[in-house]
């Protein structure tokens, strides 16, 4: 079983930066693997942020394209999120999901979700 960790949260003045991290532990698997980033804003349905293939392939939701960026280091089995000019509306907990292709998605693993505060 995967174990995640995420950090990297906390409070930024509007335009800032923060950079998330998210750290896997345990049996990890290098093929069919999905690595995402969500978040979930108080009462507000979770949203996929982003996602990142074994493949390197990564996708974005529309209100952060051109402003977050998901990258992993296999060497440190971490996956980041970048997050460039960070406006209030991004203010969520963010959790990262480790997401095994072919396997029943009851096994995904999840991280334990991390703060972020976007105010002035």
């Known amino acids: 079983q995967v174990h995640l960790v995420a950090s990297g949260g906390g409070l930024v003045q509007p335009g800032g930066s923060l950079r998330l991290s998210c750290a896997a532990s345990?049996?990890?698997?290098?093929?069919?693997?999905?690595m995402a980033w969500y978040r979930q804003a108080p009462g507000k349905e979770r949203e996929l942020v982003a996602t990142i293939t074994d493949g390197g392939r990564t996708n974005y939701a529309d209100s952060v394209k051109g402003r977050f960026t998901i990258s992993r280091d296999n060497a440190k089995n971490t996956v980041y999120l970048q997050m460039n000019s960070l406006k209030p509306e991004d203010t969520a907990v963010y959790y990262c999901?480790?997401?095994?292709?072919?396997?029943?998605?009851?096994?995904?693993?999840w991280g334990q979700g991390t703060q972020v505060t976007v105010s002035s």
């Open positions: 999901k480790y997401r095994r292709l072919w396997v029943p998605s009851e096994n995904d693993q």
């Open positions: 345990g049996t990890i698997f290098s093929i069919n693997v999905i």
